[in-house]
């Protein structure tokens, strides 16, 4: 039997996991990627209210360690975290935003108006911190979300995306 969804404002790891595979009831098809392509860990504050905007945050972390996979290959004795992995996670957390607030579809990532790299993650940070702030949210025939997202590593900014776009869609193979 699978244990029931509960909208909350924190999630641990082993939460995660479940909601990746989609083991929650009541949880809708909206899911998150399993490891390695997870690169959450937690997320530690989910609200509709709050946020830059007033129209809600997230804010999730990653435990950054040094044998972490994509270190070993990007690159061979420079190790650094691809960039395209930490504007993956502000997708993900987006994605889970909105499936949190119980809307419909399969998540997809569909771009996002700016990005900016400040800084970088090596294998010496220990926590990566990632906050999106939900400018507007849609929930009609077409599932849209939209938010400002900005990536920390150790407390600093190093990452910024803003205009990131996640759509929700009920055949998300057929978009």
């Given at each position: ?7 909350k404002s924190s999630y ?9 595979h989609s083991d929650f ?36 972390e990653l435990d950054i ?111």
């Amino acid at each position: 039997m699978k244990e029931k969804f509960v909208r909350k404002s924190s999630y641990s790891y082993d939460e995660l996991i479940t909601f990746a595979h989609s083991d929650f009831e009541g949880q809708g098809e909206s899911r998150l990627p399993l490891p390695p392509m997870l690169m959450i860990d937690r997320i530690t504050n989910v609200s509709t209210d709050g946020g830059t905007y007033g129209k809600g945050v997230i804010e999730a972390e990653l435990d950054i360690k040094p044998d972490l996979w994509f270190f070993k290959c990007h690159f061979e004795e420079d190790p650094v975290m691809p960039g395209c992995l930490g504007l993956d996670a502000l997708w993900q957390a987006l994605g889970f935003y909105m499936g949190w607030t119980g809307a419909p579809g399969t998540g997809r990532a569909l771009g996002l108006d700016d990005l900016k790299f400040t800084g970088q993650v090596l294998p010496t940070i220990k926590l990566v911190k990632y906050v999106v702030d939900i400018k507007r949210m849609i929930n009609r025939k077409l599932v849209l979300g939209i938010g400002d997202g900005t990536m920390y590593a150790d407390g600093n900014p190093v990452y910024h995306a803003k205009g990131l776009k996640v759509g929700l869609f009920e055949n998300p193979n057929e978009m």
